[in-house]
């Protein structure tokens, strides 16, 4: 690949996003700007955002090498990816939106009204977001070290100080217009390449993979590894080396490599002729890699290639709905329906750009078959412009390419930063606005580009399986649990949070660590959603049930909002929490005191038992505000970002940030306590 266009596509990309950024930065101007962009994103806008944000190093770079490797078992990644939003449709989507909330623990303390419940879920929402931010770092590092030989962290702290200028000085505003303009970048970068790919492909005779075999060399290709290699070779391969082979100085002599094992030294150059078969690398446990290639579950990646397709799909299916950067983003839809719609487009955006992924896996393995050798299937869709194309169109492409990639990078970097600095804000650092969120970015980045120094060696794709994971395990049950049921106490969700998601956070933290590399034993941990996922929604269930005493007096209220429309949704509160004080009655000796009735149940002016009295006609043009619409936009009670109470209906907060100069509480504080 010729650096200088690929360094020239790269460099553009970074510039326009800089440039998009700062005009974000110039529309920005108050604190509902700057967290949720004023709650105004259309849903068309807001979907290309998503797209754009969700499509991250592991779609664009992650799958097609995990295909070319592993074959048709890992075609359930961009499946899960995508049906993750079917998920998030038919459970969550509008739901979460009427909530208010704006952050994953700012609705568990919504739902729940519990302080240990939201400070759980800020800590796992950390942990997810760090999760996936290491292979978004890693495909940095792997992309700017194929274009400029820098070592692989360089690529990955570039990345972060370019998210952190770009999110600190912009916020939401800022990020949906940049991540729009990313996904079509994306999109484009893989389609354009694909077409001639697949032109240059015809013009070779369009050769077939080898799909039950090891793949083969179709051209003279030279291979040089990085650090010391083991292989295994299954037939007498003739080749030239210069390094060291099986202990043996070699200075670009033949060599004829037997069957059986064989340790490459570091720095070493292999020559392979056309035809030969690739000698594949051995896996952990001393098994040669997969050679089962085009056969579900016979690929020998995993011993137990069931279980681990069962997991890699409840972590996918399920563990959308709990990523930190996804869930923001359906707070800046104006409404639910809007949500709905945003998350109807998502599907389709995803399936148009996943159609094009498994076509640079295939051609991978036709054409960059050495990647495999070297460790560097990830890198597949950089480098086959060059190998099927080759000359300034090779080039061109490559550099269309690298900047699709660098794309990838900065969307989903600057969605996660995002997310987990809002979290970092509101509940760890004091709660004191913007400028204490844009403090918050740096923590937020720079602890996973840390890591990302020491962890070097995971493939991308699998470690967004592994932050799937912890999200399936711990937000899916929090979520439809919190939605769907109205027995769920703060006990039973800090139940299904410790051990359903703090389970699976050990799980991948041990994988990561290579503490278990063969058998079960790394079967389980790697692919741990088959039973953390059951684990946390039992849980939750058992403990609620053993403490129904400890249910929210409000629960009825908010579930009235999550699932009443917006313009119903206050009337629709306060019936259902006039019904329920109304059974309670009946059921109570009449001097007895309420349990549930506390101090902000108590009548305000203008209502009694039997509901609110008729104030009687009201003069349009007065000034008393009166009753507003839920989505008013002016001040006053029920507007978004008014002083008064949240717009939920009674025994509701509104939890979105607010602006630190208003007389309201700053950003995570709890509103004032509407009347019922």
């Known amino acids: 690949m010729n650096q200088t266009y690929a360094v020239a596509g790269v460099s553009a990309v970074v510039l326009a996003t800089v440039l998009v950024g700062a005009l974000g930065l110039r529309v920005s101007r108050t604190t509902s700007d700057f967290y949720v962009a004023s709650r105004s994103v259309p849903p068309r806008l807001n979907a290309f955002a998503v797209s754009g944000e969700y499509l991250s190093a592991a779609s664009f770079l992650g799958v097609a090498g995990l295909v070319l490797a592993h074959g048709a078992d890992m075609l359930w990644f961009p499946i899960g990816y995508t049906a993750g939003f079917l998920v998030l449709l038919a459970f969550v989507a509008a739901p979460l939106r009427r909530s208010g909330a704006y952050t994953l623990p700012d609705f568990a303390e919504a739902r729940l009204e519990s302080r240990a419940v939201r400070r759980i879920a800020g800590v796992l929402v950390v942990g997810v977001g760090w999760l996936y931010l290491l292979p978004q770092l890693r495909g940095a590092g792997l992309t700017l070290r194929l274009l400029t030989g820098a070592p692989g962290w360089f690529g990955g702290l570039v990345v972060a100080a370019v998210v952190t200028v770009a999110v600190a000085s912009g916020g939401m505003r800022s990020i949906t217009f940049v991540q729009a303009f990313q996904y079509w970048l994306k999109l484009t970068a893989l389609l354009v ?57 070699l200075h670009g002599g033949p060599l004829t490599l037997d069957p059986g094992p064989h340790r490459i030294g570091p720095a070493t150059t292999l020559r392979f002729p056309p035809g030969a078969r690739v000698p594949l690398p051995d896996a952990g446990d001393g098994r040669a890699a997969a050679s089962g290639w085009a056969n579900p579950l016979a690929s020998g990646r995993e011993q137990h290639g069931l279980y681990a397709t069962y997991g890699l799909i409840l972590a996918t299916f399920l563990g959308t709905m709990g990523l930190p950067h996804v869930v923001v983003r359906f707070y800046t839809n104006p409404d639910g329906r809007a949500a709905r719609r945003t998350t109807v ?42 190998r099927l194309i080759g000359g300034v169109g090779g080039d061109l492409l490559g550099a269309l390419v690298a900047g699709g990639a660098c794309a990838a990078f900065l969307s989903t970097v600057s969605g996660l930063t995002m997310s987990v600095a809002g979290v970092l804000a509101q509940d760890v650092l004091p709660a004191l606005g913007i400028r204490h969120h844009r403090l918050a970015t740096l923590p937020a980045i720079a602890v996973p580009t840390a890591a990302n120094a020491v962890v070097s060696d995971l493939p991308v794709a699998d470690a967004v399986g592994l932050a799937f994971a912890v999200s399936a395990s711990s937000f899916c049950p929090l979520l439809v649990l919190g939605i769907w049921w109205r027995g769920l106490t703060p006990p039973g969700a800090v139940a299904g949070l410790l051990l359903g998601g703090g389970s699976a956070l050990t799980a991948v933290t041990v994988t990561i660590a290579g503490g278990a590399r063969s058998g079960l034993l790394h079967t389980l941990l790697a692919w741990p959603a088959v039973w953390s996922v059951p684990v946390g929604f039992t849980a939750m269930v058992l403990t609620s049930l053993a403490t129904r005493d400890r249910t929210p007096a409000s629960a009825s209220a908010t579930m009235a909002r999550l699932h009443l429309p917006e313009a119903t949704a206050g009337q629709g509160a306060g019936r259902t929490e006039r019904r329920d004080a109304g059974r309670r009655a009946a059921t109570r000796h009449p001097h007895e005191r309420d349990p549930h009735r506390t101090e902000r149940d108590a009548p305000a002016p203008g209502l009694d038992d039997a509901g609110p009295r008729d104030p009687g006609p009201r003069d349009p043009d007065s000034r008393d505000p009166g009753p507003r619409d839920r989505d008013s936009r002016g001040p006053g009670p029920g507007g978004p970002d008014s002083c008064g109470p949240g717009s939920g209906g009674p025994g509701s907060r509104d939890l979105s940030p607010r602006d630190p100069d208003s007389c309201g509480p700053g950003p995570g504080g709890p509103g004032p306590e509407p009347a019922v």
């Open 345 to 386: 487009a998502v599907l389709g955006l995803l399936g148009a750009f996943y159609l094009l992924v498994p076509l640079y896996g295939v051609l991978g393995r036709l054409y960059a078959p050495d990647l495999l050798l070297t460790g560097d299937a990830d890198a597949a869709v950089l480098v086959l412009p060059q």
């Open 193 to 249: 390449p694909a077409v001639f790919l697949l032109l240059a492909w015809r013009a070779d005779h369009a050769p077939a993979p080898a799909w039950d075999e090891r793949p083969v060399f179709q051209r003279s290709t030279e291979v040089r590894t990085d650090a010391t290699l083991r292989l295994t070779v299954q037939e007498p391969v003739r080749i030239t080396a210069t390094g060291t082979v099986d202990g043996r100085a």
